[in-house]
């Protein structure tokens, strides 16, 4: 309950905050029609004295964000399901959350000490996420500035160029629709229909999958590796891990996931491409949901 009060609170004040800036009659503006909602407060700037990691970062390091505020003035509000709603709505084509962020309130001295982590989706001077702390009364919203992001990775201190698998897979880039890539193999090979995904096996070891007849998603087997093995060169390639939780090493290279794994024949690399699974995500939610409730067809 006290994660869905929170995601609902910073919902609207979003909403509001949009509202507010499209303008008011007190700018002059025509009144609103009859039975329009009412307009909303705009959300007030704050001023929070925050940590960031780094300003210039490749696009593979982390960039994580610390800062204090007052003691919580709003109950139940879950307050890092509230930062990390706040994160995917203001800057999820910017910006990707790395793990859960961690709060810890400290009743004596009345504070709360809030930190994340993210990695950037692209280069160039990327703005940080503006989100309101809703934990405050009049949902104040922080401003964390910008990070310049280069467009290469960072290897032992070693800046290296983006790999091949950042921008597509086995040969085809990320987002080919099933029947380009179908022309380009060989002759006869067909894919096969798995809970609404196709999924094509061009070489015995490598699986593509597409969603929405987008090329998505990849498994690559090695059998006879183990992850010790593999796990240095893995590094040398991709960089530290933003996780290894559950002995699978994940590296998030702006859209595109990369986990390791042990599995009984070997390693299994799994690659997502998560701009294209989301888009997919979305698709299904209108097409299951709202347009049930619009009365669509």
């Not at 891990?241 to 702006?254: A, F, H, K, N, R």
């Given at each position: 309950?006290?994660?869905?009060?929170?995601?609902?609170?910073?919902?609207?004040?979003?909403?509001?905050?949009?509202?507010?800036?499209?303008?008011?009659?007190?700018?002059?503006?025509?009144?609103?029609?009859?039975?329009?909602?009412p307009a909303a407060?705009?959300?007030?700037?704050?001023?929070?004295?925050?940590?960031?990691?780094?300003?210039?970062?490749?696009?593979?390091?982390?960039?994580?964000?610390?800062?204090?505020?007052?003691?919580?003035?709003?109950?139940?509000?879950?307050?890092?399901?509230?930062?990390?709603?706040?994160?995917?709505?203001?800057?999820?084509?910017?910006?990707?959350?790395?793990?859960?962020?961690?709060?810890?309130?400290?009743?004596?001295?009345?504070?709360?000490?809030?930190?994340?982590?993210?990695?950037?989706?692209?280069?160039?001077?990327?703005?940080?996420?503006?989100?309101?702390?809703?934990?405050?009364?009049?949902?104040?919203?922080?401003?964390?500035?910008?990070?310049?992001?280069?467009?290469?990775?960072?290897?032992?201190?070693?800046?290296?160029?983006?790999?091949?698998?950042?921008?597509?897979v086995g040969g085809?880039?990320?987002?080919?629709?099933?029947?380009?890539?179908?022309?380009?193999?060989?002759?006869?090979?067909?894919?096969?229909?798995?809970?609404?995904?196709?999924?094509?096996?061009?070489?015995?070891?490598?699986?593509?999958?597409?969603?929405?007849?987008?090329?998505?998603?990849?498994?690559?087997?090695?059998?006879?590796?183990?992850?010790?093995?593999?796990?240095?060169?893995?590094?040398?390639?991709?960089?530290?891990?933003?996780?290894?939780?559950?002995?699978?090493?994940?590296?998030?290279?702006?859209?595109?996931?990369?986990?390791?794994?042990?599995?009984?024949?070997?390693?299994?690399?799994?690659?997502?491409?998560?701009?294209?699974?989301?888009?997919?995500?979305?698709?299904?939610?209108?097409?299951?949901?709202?347009?049930?409730?619009?009365?669509?067809?």
């Open positions: 309950m006290k994660r869905l009060l929170g995601l609902c609170t910073l919902s609207l004040t979003l909403a509001g905050a949009v509202a507010a800036e499209q303008g008011g009659a007190a700018r002059g503006e025509p009144a609103p029609r009859a039975g329009a909602e407060r705009p959300a007030q700037a704050m001023f929070v004295n925050a940590k960031v990691s780094a300003r210039s970062v490749a696009l593979n390091q982390p960039v994580r964000i610390e800062f204090f505020t007052g003691a919580r003035q709003i109950e139940n509000i879950d307050i890092p399901a509230a930062i990390a709603a706040g994160v995917a709505m203001s800057s999820g084509r910017m910006w990707r959350l790395v793990g859960r962020p961690t709060v810890t309130e400290n009743e004596k001295i009345r504070t709360v000490q809030v930190a994340f982590s993210l990695v950037a989706r692209a280069s160039g001077e990327v703005p940080l996420p503006r989100f309101p702390l809703t934990w405050l009364s009049g949902d104040p919203i922080p401003d964390f500035g910008s990070v310049k992001v280069e467009p290469n990775l960072v290897v032992s201190g070693e800046a290296r160029p983006l790999p091949k698998e950042v921008d597509g085809h880039a990320w987002g080919s629709r099933l029947d380009a890539v179908l022309a380009k193999e060989a002759p006869g090979l067909k894919a096969e229909e798995r809970d609404g995904v196709q999924a094509l096996r061009p070489r015995k070891e490598l699986e593509l999958r597409f969603r929405q007849g987008d090329l998505a998603e990849a498994t690559l087997d090695a059998p006879g590796l183990t992850l010790d093995q593999a796990q240095t060169s893995f590094l040398d390639r991709w960089g530290m891990p933003q996780s290894s939780e559950g002995g699978t090493l994940v590296w998030v290279l702006g859209w595109t996931r990369i986990s390791a794994s042990a599995v009984p024949e070997g390693v299994r690399i799994q690659l997502v491409r998560e701009d294209l699974t989301g888009k997919a995500a979305a698709g299904q939610v209108k097409k299951r949901v709202f347009d049930a409730l619009e009365g669509g067809r």
